[in-house]
């Protein structure tokens, strides 16, 4: 008898999907099309390059590239010869980039040239001093000691960067049986990926995540019913855990044909479903309201598609959810983070219409949950709000490189402590409320944005809407609302508080209403709250400032 779960590495995946699925189409990036065997044997050729460049085992490989063929060979390559993943934000600037790079401690860092108007070369040559003079194989930069090597694709030559066509052709002189003995050597109880949380309230946290990956995506192409017949239109950026998760890694464990956007664009993700047969699709609710809204302006046959996942249970997106059941197709709902690697709770095949909509999912295999009042820790009954820990063979091992902010994180009975505030429902799912250092007191009375978001969604002239809290010297805060008015009209502030009086609890009724064009979102599509609370002071100002030098 063998272990439960054999263990399974990362850099393996490819070849088996090519023993099983050779012929099938494995992915579809722009006019570009590779089937599972030549998948494979791309990655492999990609693992010699890296080879050839002096990756060494255990060594950080930073990767600062848009969704492209080449992210997800290189992810499998560097599994395969036992480096480490550190997948970049495109969205990153230099001073972003040049601290995830340096934190993480990347021996190797790896980039795009250029994404359509961002220049990336241009950003590397300022954050690394001296880059033109160096040589890409053992470069020597001031501020970043582990860092030695330096890859470029794209069009043009990056001076100081080996060109990506170099590296491949000097891993041709790399045999396979090098590449072979690498590859078993790696050890799948290692870290194999650091992906970096947002960083919304300072800098960000590198989470690390081992090999187990494997075995949480495996579970849940079984709980959705993913297989090799599957099309996955996939718009997400591969850099964060969703997408990478939910597209480049669960097609290829269960031969899935994975269609790849370069960047979100929904009336493109819903011609491909269209063009391609596509029957998955993923996205926030602010992803889904575009899908919707573009099948408005172009009406299309979407009738390949299966169902998509949808991370939502929060009152404000309900309606957006409820519309995708109707408009689209059924959702699995779910909640995670990246310290969870992504989905710890999803729905079922069989979850109701509500389940799906006003749930965010039931617990995954392998984890457990439980719901605690904030600061005694005492659990919180069924209905109630508290605070969400959770625990399990997918939890990260910690934050590279940081652990006072993994002890504070992880107690010692192994729980996580999320700082989302949920609720446990009766049927087992969890509702997901919101981040704690979102909830607003308002004069000693809690206040769920959420819920004030929720009832504003219900105006005919609101399309989106944010709440966060502003400083107020006599109640300490104060609602305030942001809103993005449906197209072509126009919200006032004065029409918006009125629509809430008399209606809501006069201390959740916002003190100001502030339309916007757009949000700023983080590039997975959440909102950037914490933008919106330094907008708020930018464009009103803080009144406690003003009280205080009274």
């Known amino acids: 008898m063998g272990a439960w779960y054999p263990k399974e590495r990362l850099g393996d995946l490819p070849a088996a999907a090519a023993r099983q699925w050779g012929a099938r189409e494995a992915l579809v990036c722009g006019p570009a099309r590779w089937t599972y065997a030549e998948f494979d044997r791309a990655v492999d050729r990609v693992a ?51 601290y995830t790079v340096r934190q993480s401690d990347s021996g190797t860092w790896i980039s ?40 470029a694709l794209g069009e043009g030559e990056v001076p100081g960067m080996l060109g990506w066509e170099a590296m491949l052709a000097a891993g041709d002189a790399v045999s396979d049986e090098a590449l072979a003995a690498r ?9 194999v990926m650091i992906g970096y949380t947002s960083g919304t309230t300072g800098h960000p946290k590198g989470v690390l995540h081992s090999h187990v990956m494997i075995r949480n995506m495996r579970e849940r192409a079984n709980r959705i019913g993913l297989t090799f017949e599957d099309v996955i239109v996939n718009p997400l950026p591969l850099f964060h855990m969703y997408g990478f998760s939910e597209g480049g890694l669960i097609s290829v464990i269960a031969g ?34 575009e899908y919707l809204d573009s099948l408005a302006r172009t009406p299309r046959d979407i009738s390949s598609l299966r169902f998509g996942t949808f991370p939502s249970g929060m009152t404000s997106s309900a309606r957006i959810a409820r519309r995708v059941q109707e408009e689209m197709a059924p959702t699995f709902t779910g909640w995670g983070m990246t310290e969870t690697f992504t989905y710890a709770t999803m729905s079922f095949g069989t979850s109701t219409p509500e389940q799906r909509t006003d749930a965010s999912g039931f617990p995954a295999p392998g984890f457990e949950i439980k719901v605690v009042e904030p600061g005694s820790g005492r659990e919180v009954a069924t209905g109630e709000e508290g ?35 949920v609720v446990l429902r009766a049927d087992g799912h969890i509702r997901f409320v919101g981040r704690f250092k979102d909830q607003l007191r308002v004069g000693g009375e809690n206040v769920s944005p959420a819920e004030v978001e929720a009832f504003l969604m219900a105006h005919e002239a609101i ?6 809290g502003y400083p107020d010297p006599r109640l300490g805060e104060v609602a305030v609302a942001f809103v993005v008015p449906v197209a072509g ?47 708020a002071l930018d464009l009103l100002g803080d009144p406690t400032a003003e009280s205080a030098a009274e």
């Open 112 to 151: 795009i040239d250029r994404a359509g108007p961002v220049d990336y070369a241009a950003m590397l040559a300022e954050v690394l001093p001296g880059l033109a003079a160096q040589d890409p194989r053992a470069a020597v930069i001031e501020g970043f000691p582990r860092l030695r090597r330096l890859v």
């Open 48 to 98: 010699k390059g890296l080879i050839a460049l002096g990756v060494e085992p255990g060594e950080h490989v930073a990767l600062w590239m848009n969704n492209r063929a080449e992210w997800l060979f290189l992810t499998f390559a560097i599994a395969r010869i036992g480096a480490v993943l550190v997948p970049l934000n495109t969205r990153y600037r230099t001073d972003d980039v040049a």
């Open 489 to 535: 009209g126009a919200v006032a502030g004065a029409e918006a508080t009125a629509f809430c009086k008399g209606r809501i609890a006069s201390f959740k009724v916002p003190r100001h209403v502030l339309p916007l064009d757009a949000f700023p979102m983080t590039a997975s599509g959440k909102v950037q709250k914490h933008k919106l609370r330094a907008l």
């Open 463 to 468: 399309d989106q809407v944010a709440v966060v």
């Open 387 to 421: 605070e969400l820990l959770i625990r399990g063979y997918m939890i990260t091992r910690g934050y590279y490189r940081k652990p006072e902010e993994t002890a504070e994180a992880i107690d010692a009975d192994g729980w996580l402590h999320t700082g989302d505030t």
């Open 256 to 289: 899935a044909r994975h269609v790849l956007l370069d960047r979100f664009d929904a009336d493109e993700c819903m011609r491909l479903v269209e063009a391609e047969g596509g029957t998955v699709t993923h996205g926030f609710d602010t992803h889904y309201k």
């Open 183 to 191: 590859a078993a050597a790696v050890d799948p109880d290692e870290p």
